[in-house]
C-alpha cells in the first residue's frame, strides 16, 4: 500500500497483535450490560473492534416506541424474544464482555453471566479492567 493513503491508526492497527483464537481467527465478543450505558457500548465496542475483534452488541438500547403497542402487556412476547436472541448471541462468542462502568450488574445481566458460565465462556468485566466510566483508557 502507498504509505500516502495510510492513516495513523492503521500503523498502530498493523502494530498491536489482534486477540486470535488457537485456529487464527478473530476473537468474537458479545457484550452484555444494562441499556442505560449505550454510550459506553459504544466506546467498548470501537475499542474492541480496533483491537481485531468481532464484536456482538445489542441491537438496540431502549424498547422501540410501537403506535398502539402496551409494553405493559407486551402479548407479543417481544421482550422475551429480545432476550432469546440474546442469549443465541452469548452461544455465538467466544468470550463474553459485561459493560459495567462503576460494577453495576442488574437482574437480567446477571442471567447473561450465569448463562455464558453455564456454557463455559469466559466472562470479562470492564470496571475490572481499570477503565474509566467512558472506557477511554486505564485509570491510575
Same mark, same amino acid.
Request: glycine letters at 10%; a negative charge; one cysteine or more.
Given at each position: $500500500?502507498?504509505?500516502? /493513503? &495510510?492513516?495513523?491508526? $492503521?500503523?498502530?492497527?498493523?502494530?498491536?497483535? +489482534?486477540? #486470535?483464537?488457537a485456529d487464527g481467527e478473530a476473537k468474537?465478543?458479545?457484550? /452484555?450490560?444494562? @441499556?442505560? *450505558? +449505550?454510550?459506553?457500548?459504544?466506546?467498548v465496542n470501537r475499542r474492541l473492534t480496533? !483491537?481485531? /475483534?468481532?464484536? %456482538?452488541?445489542?441491537?438496540? *438500547?431502549?424498547?422501540?416506541?410501537?403506535?398502539?403497542?402496551?409494553?405493559?402487556?407486551?402479548?407479543?412476547?417481544?421482550?422475551?424474544?429480545?432476550? &432469546?436472541?440474546?442469549?443465541?448471541?452469548?452461544?455465538? +462468542?467466544? !468470550?463474553?464482555? %459485561?459493560?459495567?462502568?462503576?460494577?453495576?450488574?442488574?437482574?437480567? @445481566? #446477571? #442471567?447473561?453471566?450465569?448463562? =455464558?458460565?453455564?456454557?463455559?465462556?469466559?466472562? #470479562?468485566?470492564?470496571? &475490572?479492567?481499570? *477503565?474509566? &466510566? =467512558?472506557?477511554?483508557?486505564?485509570?491510575?
Open positions: $500500500m502507498n504509505s500516502t /493513503c &495510510r492513516s495513523p491508526i $492503521m500503523d498502530v492497527m498493523e502494530d498491536q497483535q +489482534a486477540p #486470535r483464537l468474537v465478543i458479545t457484550l /452484555c450490560g444494562s @441499556t442505560k *450505558f +449505550a454510550a459506553e457500548f459504544a466506546t480496533i !483491537e481485531g /475483534c468481532v464484536v %456482538i452488541s445489542l441491537g438496540m *438500547f431502549g424498547l422501540p416506541d410501537l403506535p398502539d403497542y402496551d409494553w405493559a402487556a407486551d402479548s407479543s412476547d417481544l421482550k422475551g424474544r429480545l432476550g &432469546r436472541v440474546h442469549f443465541q448471541k452469548i452461544r455465538m +462468542a467466544d !468470550e463474553v464482555y %459485561i459493560v459495567d462502568p462503576g460494577g453495576y450488574v442488574g437482574e437480567s @445481566t #446477571r #442471567r447473561e453471566i450465569a448463562y =455464558a458460565e453455564s456454557l463455559g465462556k469466559p466472562v #470479562r468485566y470492564l470496571s &475490572r479492567e481499570g *477503565f474509566d &466510566r =467512558a472506557g477511554d483508557g486505564p485509570q491510575e
